[in-house]
């Protein structure tokens, strides 16, 4: 069964830290490329950071320098390290993988950064 399960969403303070996890399950040929998207009340859902099946990544400009993409060795979990968090930053955030021409998504984690 292809299954996309997120983890380590919360609440912090402003320039504090989270780690969120996306665990693939059912894909282990085929990924072609792994990214997680962001949703703010009231607002479109907007791509974060993005990593290919090469390995290059490409963040949206304000969060570079903040946040890291990376994946495992097996190339099934994708995680986004989350630094210096800002209030803007708060919203549910979304796994998407690209598999075998079509696009999975995961059921969405809630980060809320406090001021």
């Known amino acids: 069964q292809v299954q996309l399960v997120e983890s380590g969403g919360g609440l912090v303070q402003a320039g504090g830290s989270l780690r969120l996890s996306c665990a693939t399950s059912?894909?282990?040929?085929?990924?072609?490329?792994m990214g997680w998207y962001r949703q703010a009340p009231g607002k479109q859902r907007e791509l974060v950071a993005g990593i290919a099946r090469d390995g290059t990544t490409n963040y949206v400009d304000s969060v570079k320098g903040r946040f890291t993409i990376s994946r495992d060795n097996a190339k099934t979990t994708v995680y986004l390290q989350m630094n210096s968090l800002k209030p803007e930053d708060t919203g549910v955030y979304y796994c998407k993988v690209s598999w075998l021409g079509q696009d999975k998504w995961g059921q969405g984690t809630q980060v809320t950064v406090s001021s």
């Open positions: 059912g894909m282990i040929f085929g990924i072609n490329s």
